[in-house]
């Protein structure tokens, strides 16, 4: 299969902390506009056993969280 789109690494958010971080590509960050501080809403969605669809809403800094 193809790739697509951009291509980031996850890292451990923090040493103590099993959650992982990633970086926002910069094409995904001026298409929303985002800047420092605002959210990102994550919903996943089962499509398949070994396939799901991921669903991110940018919610700007002072808007609901």
């Given at each position: 299969m193809?790739?697509m789109?951009?291509?980031?690494?996850?890292h451990?958010?923090?040493?103590?902390s099993?959650?992982l971080?990633?970086?926002v590509?910069?094409?995904?960050a001026?298409q929303?506009?985002?800047?420092?501080?605002?959210a990102?809403?994550?919903e996943?969605?089962a499509?398949?056993?070994?396939?799901?669809?991921?669903?991110?809403?940018?919610?700007?800094?002072?808007?609901?969280?």
């Amino acid at each position: 299969m193809a790739e697509m789109g951009d291509k980031t690494t996850l890292h451990a958010a923090t040493s103590k902390s099993k959650s992982l971080r990633t970086t926002v590509p910069i094409t995904v960050a001026r298409q929303f506009k985002l800047e420092e501080g605002d959210a990102l809403r994550w919903e996943l969605k089962a499509k398949k056993k070994d396939e799901f669809e991921i669903i991110v809403t940018p919610v700007k800094k002072g808007g609901e969280r």
